[in-house]
């Protein structure tokens, strides 16, 4: 399985300079299935790879440097955009990876803008947003009254000069999804930044990508959020209080059955050294670490069954049974299927 | 997957992995004459994966779905008999996604004296057929779909795939050319009636030899010959319209583009039939040094 | 009045000149704009440092001559915001 490859020489790069070419194609076609191409591009710099290779990964660095800079504009966008606002802006996820200077930032993929702002302000942003370009992308009436009724979201805006979008979240998780994280106070508690607008806590940050990666969602790409908590952890895990800290919050956001179980997952794939609390197993860890490691060779997943129950098991996580019905339904009716390529 | 095959075009490598067999059976028999790519010893710049849209769908009303390291979520799925069209569509996609060594102009290109022409427009303005007739008729076939600019010499790099010819263009394009080097008639797919064209022995043997661009094109099909200069603000725009990959190349795009339009004379063409178009490429060609 | 305008650093904006107009990049964003008179010059009177509305028609005076009954600073005002909504020149105050 090729993912478990990629796995291996993100933690150890030296090991791909022993790669034949067929391993090579595996290894690149899966790191670009995960997302993590420019992450392998970042960890591999410097190495002396076949010249065949060392074109690929000269690719993939260039659109690092790209990916790094898009997302600093529009930060800058955003950010000037709701100045006047006065109002409290966190960065989430890759974004404030790379505004923050982290590890995890180096070589991730960034796609969309997400911030979080107080809910009550809410109104205030999107009417920002709007007058400073951007608009919605092509609404459709059963996502939007969806989007405003039950998400941690506004419906996304995309802007219609840069063709960027913006997720503008008021908390981390769906509001129909069980656990309910104290978005308030992970604001109040967010650390700025010296150029505007702030970033999460290092422990708000690891409840959020726990969160995203196994309370909300199939865990398609799941690799890459997982190798983003696993970042996170090596940077900061042996700050004095760092997992007591880390346990206390997990707790106060509802999320410590997903933190405890994403800190195991991190250990089972990427070793990742925590206290031996954390890592008391449980039954069903094997099946998420297959879930996350089912990319071959091809760049394809495969486990087709496993990954459906995975999808129904994202849903039921987000709504109550009778919700999911309708939503199904809904999304059914409109031609939707969930496996896809 | 199934079925795998190496293939190489100009500086690209691929690697297309295909449920079925015959789409890639008919990939081997038109790209004979290119030089192999042996992928136990190569690693291919992209993979193509022509996989069926649901699992039971290689079987049963068997529908390819185009993928690989870039693909379209909203792509639609094609019928097997197309798949050789599928293919083309699959390395197409990566070049326009995932090329990021040259800027990448949607525009064909032809080349004599290691000079080259290059001809761009919107679908329908007739630049495939135009090179695919010019390379028949003394010039060095460059590329039907993409030319390459590269941004440190300024130099055009080929990218000779098969011709992919439509419609009414076929009959045209095809008079006199032995049945070797036509692909299957592909009737009725969502861009109309495709065939495929292998381009001739010298396109395929000097794949990897650039050219020095030496005037840009825009032709327009249309009722009345016309014949006007663009002015380099002109063509740069259009220029940037036409390429995939200008804004991810940040300032070597930039550079690059500059530097074509500043020094490549830019016309757009007007013309009512072949005639009228090829005299007035002999007539430009004569005025360039 | 407390309004000044600032352009972006020279070494985020490379210009070339392409007969009537202007192509300018702007690294920091990665975008290319088309731009014609008065935009580049605005640019570079704004290279001179920071300045007011009223600063900029003193330093563009030295360059061009204005016709007085045109309302100069509404005009400037206006080409300014749309260099800001760029982001190539950021407003303070």
Same mark, same amino acid.
């Given at each position: 399985?090729?993912?478990?490859?990629?796995?291996?020489?993100?933690?150890?790069?030296?090991?791909?300079?022993?790669?034949?070419?067929?391993?090579?194609?595996?290894?690149?076609?899966?790191?670009?299935?995960?997302?993590?191409?420019?992450?392998?591009?970042?960890?591999?710099?410097?190495?002396?790879?076949?010249?065949?290779?060392?074109? *690929?990964?000269?690719?993939?660095?260039?659109?690092?440097?790209?990916?790094?800079?898009?997302?600093?504009?529009?930060?800058?966008?955003?950010?000037?955009?709701?100045?006047?606002?006065?109002?409290?802006?966190?960065?989430?996820?890759?974004?404030?990876?790379?505004?923050?200077?982290?590890?995890?930032?180096?070589?991730?993929?960034?796609?969309?803008?997400?911030?979080?702002?107080?809910?009550?302000?809410?109104?205030?942003?999107?009417?920002?947003?709007?007058?400073?370009?951007?608009?919605?992308?092509?609404?459709?009436?059963?996502?939007?009254?969806?989007?405003?009724?039950?998400?941690?979201?506004?419906?996304?805006?995309?802007?219609?000069?840069?063709?960027?979008?913006?997720?503008?979240?008021?908390?981390?998780?769906?509001?129909?999804?069980?656990?309910?994280?104290?978005?308030?106070?992970?604001?109040?508690?967010?650390?700025?930044?010296?150029?505007?607008?702030?970033?999460?806590?290092?422990?708000?940050?690891?409840?959020?990508?726990?969160?995203?990666?196994?309370?909300?969602?199939?865990?398609?790409?799941?690799?890459?959020?997982?190798?983003?908590?696993?970042?996170?952890?090596?940077?900061?895990?042996?700050?004095?209080?760092?997992?007591?800290?880390?346990?206390?919050?997990?707790?106060?956001?509802?999320?410590?059955?997903?933190?405890?179980?994403?800190?195991?997952?991190?250990?089972?794939?990427?070793?990742?050294?925590?206290?031996?609390?954390?890592?008391?197993?449980?039954?069903?860890?094997?099946?998420?670490?297959?879930?996350?490691?089912?990319?071959?060779?091809?760049?394809?997943?495969?486990?087709?069954?496993?990954?459906?129950?995975?999808?129904?098991?994202?849903?039921?996580?987000?709504?109550?049974?009778?919700?999911?019905?309708?939503?199904?339904?809904?999304?059914?009716?409109?031609?939707?299927?969930?496996?896809?390529? | 997957?199934?079925?795998?095959?190496?293939?190489?075009?100009?500086?690209?490598?691929?690697?297309?992995?295909?449920?079925?067999?015959?789409?890639?059976?008919?990939?081997?028999?038109?790209?004979?004459?290119?030089?192999?790519?042996?992928?136990?010893?190569?690693?291919?710049?992209?993979?193509?994966?022509?996989?069926?849209?649901?699992?039971?769908?290689?079987?049963?009303?068997?529908?390819?779905?185009?993928?690989?390291?870039?693909?379209?979520?909203?792509?639609?799925?094609?019928?097997?008999?197309?798949?050789?069209?599928?293919?083309?569509?699959?390395?197409?996609?990566?070049?326009?996604?995932?090329?990021?060594?040259?800027?990448?102009?949607?525009?064909?290109?032809?080349?004599?004296?290691?000079?080259?022409?290059? *001809?761009?427009?919107?679908?329908?303005?007739?630049?495939?057929?135009?090179?695919?007739?010019?390379?028949?008729?003394?010039?060095?076939?460059?590329?039907?779909?993409?030319?390459?600019?590269?941004?440190?010499?300024?130099?055009?790099?080929?990218?000779?795939?098969?011709?992919?010819?439509?419609?009414?263009?076929?009959?045209?394009?095809?008079?006199?050319?032995?049945?070797?080097?036509?692909?299957?008639?592909?009737?009725?797919?969502?861009?109309?009636?495709?065939?495929?064209?292998?381009?001739?022995?010298?396109?395929?043997?000097?794949?990897?030899?650039?050219?020095?661009?030496?005037?840009?094109?825009?032709?327009?099909?249309?009722?009345?010959?016309?014949?006007?200069?663009?002015?380099?603000?002109?063509?740069?725009?259009?220029?940037?319209?036409?390429?995939?990959?200008?804004?991810?190349?940040?300032?070597?795009?930039?550079?690059?583009?500059?530097?074509?339009?500043?020094?490549?004379?830019?016309?757009?063409?007007?013309?009512?039939?072949?005639?009228?178009?090829?005299?007035?490429?002999?007539?430009?060609?004569?005025?360039?040094? | 009045?407390?309004?000044?305008?600032?352009?972006?650093?020279?070494?985020?904006?490379?210009?070339?000149?392409?007969?009537?107009?202007?192509?300018?990049?702007?690294?920091?964003?990665?975008?290319?704009?088309?731009?014609?008179?008065?935009?580049?010059?605005?640019?570079?009177?704004?290279?001179?440092?920071?300045?007011?509305?009223?600063?900029?028609?003193?330093?563009?005076?030295?360059?061009?001559?204005?016709?007085?009954?045109?309302?100069?600073?509404?005009?400037?005002?206006?080409?300014?915001?749309?260099?800001?909504?760029?982001?190539?020149?950021?407003?303070?105050?």
């Amino acid at each position: 399985m090729s993912a478990a490859l990629l796995v291996a020489v993100l933690l150890e790069p030296g090991e791909a300079l022993r790669l034949d070419a067929r391993h090579w194609t595996g290894l690149l076609a899966a790191a670009r299935g995960e997302r993590l191409i420019g992450t392998l591009a970042a960890k591999l710099d410097g190495l002396d790879v076949p010249p065949d290779v060392a074109a *690929i990964l000269a690719d993939a660095r260039l659109d690092n440097l790209r990916e790094r800079r898009q997302a600093l504009w529009e930060v800058d966008r955003a950010l000037a955009a709701l100045a006047p606002l006065d109002c409290p802006v966190v960065l989430l996820k890759g974004s404030a990876f790379i505004a923050a200077g982290l590890l995890a930032g180096q070589g991730r993929a960034i796609g969309d803008l997400d911030i979080l702002v107080p809910r009550e302000r809410l109104d205030e942003v999107e009417a920002a947003l709007l007058s400073a370009g951007w608009e919605w992308v092509k609404p459709d009436p059963y996502d939007d009254i969806y989007y405003r009724r039950w998400m941690h979201e506004l419906p996304p805006l995309i802007h219609h000069d840069r063709d960027r979008m913006i997720d503008v979240h008021h908390t981390i998780l769906p509001l129909t999804a069980r656990p309910r994280p104290d978005a308030a106070a992970m604001i109040a508690d967010a650390v700025p930044l010296e150029g505007g607008g702030a970033v999460l806590r290092i422990d708000d940050m690891l409840c959020h990508a726990a969160a995203h990666l196994l309370a909300d969602g199939d865990m398609a790409g799941g690799l890459r959020n997982l190798w983003d908590i696993h970042c996170l952890i090596l940077e900061h895990g042996e700050a004095p209080n760092f997992w007591l800290a880390l346990d206390r919050r997990a707790r106060q956001h509802g999320l410590t059955g997903p933190m405890r179980r994403a800190v195991r997952l991190s250990h089972r794939i990427f070793g990742t050294e925590a206290p031996a609390a954390w890592l008391k197993g449980a039954v069903f860890d094997a099946l998420f670490e297959a879930r996350l490691l089912t990319r071959n060779d091809w760049g394809l997943e495969e486990r087709p069954f496993l990954r459906l129950a995975f999808y129904i098991r994202s849903h039921w996580l987000r709504m109550p049974p009778l919700m999911l019905a309708r939503h199904l339904w809904t999304k059914w009716r409109k031609g939707y299927r969930p496996v896809g390529p | 997957m199934r079925h795998e095959i190496g293939l190489g075009i100009g500086p690209a490598t691929f690697r297309i992995g295909s449920a079925w067999r015959a789409p890639l059976d008919a990939l081997a028999r038109l790209y004979a004459a290119y030089p192999p790519v042996d992928l136990s010893r190569r690693v291919p710049d992209f993979t193509v994966r022509l996989q069926p849209t649901r699992p039971w769908r290689r079987l049963i009303r068997p529908s390819i779905f185009i993928a690989g390291d870039h693909w379209l979520p909203e792509a639609a799925p094609m019928a097997l008999e197309h798949g050789l069209l599928a293919a083309e569509m699959g390395m197409n996609l990566q070049m326009a996604l995932g090329w990021r060594r040259h800027v990448l102009l949607h525009a064909s290109s032809v080349e004599r004296d290691g000079k080259a022409i290059i *001809i761009t427009g919107e679908s329908g303005s007739g630049k495939s057929t135009l090179a695919a007739m010019l390379g028949e008729r003394g010039w060095r076939l460059m590329g039907d779909e993409f030319a390459l600019l590269d941004p440190v010499s300024g130099a055009v790099f080929p990218f000779p795939r098969l011709i992919s010819l439509k419609n009414q263009a076929i009959d045209i394009a095809t008079a006199g050319i032995a049945s070797e080097r036509l692909g299957p008639l592909m009737a009725a797919t969502a861009k109309g009636d495709i065939r495929h064209l292998v381009p001739r022995a010298d396109a395929i043997a000097r794949m990897k030899e650039p050219a020095t661009p030496a005037l840009l094109l825009f032709p327009q099909y249309g009722p009345a010959a016309d014949r006007r200069p663009v002015d380099p603000g002109e063509a740069f725009v259009r220029l940037t319209q036409a390429s995939t990959n200008y804004v991810a190349l940040g300032e070597a795009g930039f550079r690059a583009l500059t530097r074509f339009v500043t020094q490549v004379p830019a016309v757009a063409l007007d013309y009512p039939d072949s005639a009228t178009v090829f005299a007035a490429i002999d007539d430009l060609w004569s005025r360039i040094g | 009045m407390g309004v000044t305008y600032r352009a972006e650093a020279p070494d985020q904006i490379v210009i070339e000149h392409l007969g009537a107009i202007d192509l300018l990049y702007h690294h920091r964003s990665g975008a290319t704009h088309l731009v014609a008179a008065p935009m580049p010059q605005i640019l570079e009177a704004l290279g001179d440092g920071p300045a007011t509305v009223a600063d900029l028609i003193g330093r563009l005076a030295a360059q061009f001559d204005f016709d007085a009954a045109e309302d100069m600073a509404s005009l400037l005002e206006q080409r300014l915001a749309e260099l800001a909504a760029l982001g190539l020149v950021r407003v303070d105050g």
